[in-house]
């Protein structure tokens, strides 16, 4: 079973959590055969994570683990 808990979507703060930027993350995951994928970003950009985003993919995509 393929999986990747070590994803930064916000990187080092060049990106935001908006539903595209997400969704890419999470199309490639699909394409790639992953069954899960986790975000992970680091402590000082905690804050960015938009949750009310991850919600939204979660009802559409794979278990999302932050």
Avoid at 7 to 23: D, R
Wanted: glycine content about 4%.
């Amino acid at each position: 079973m393929l999986v990747d808990y070590h994803v930064h979507a916000v990187a080092h703060g060049e990106y935001g959590y908006s539903y595209e930027w997400i969704h890419c993350f999470l199309e490639k995951a699909r394409q790639s055969k992953m069954k899960e994928i986790g975000f992970a970003e680091h402590d000082e950009f905690h804050s960015w994570i938009d949750f009310a985003v991850v919600r939204e993919v979660q009802e559409k995509f794979l278990d999302i683990k932050i």
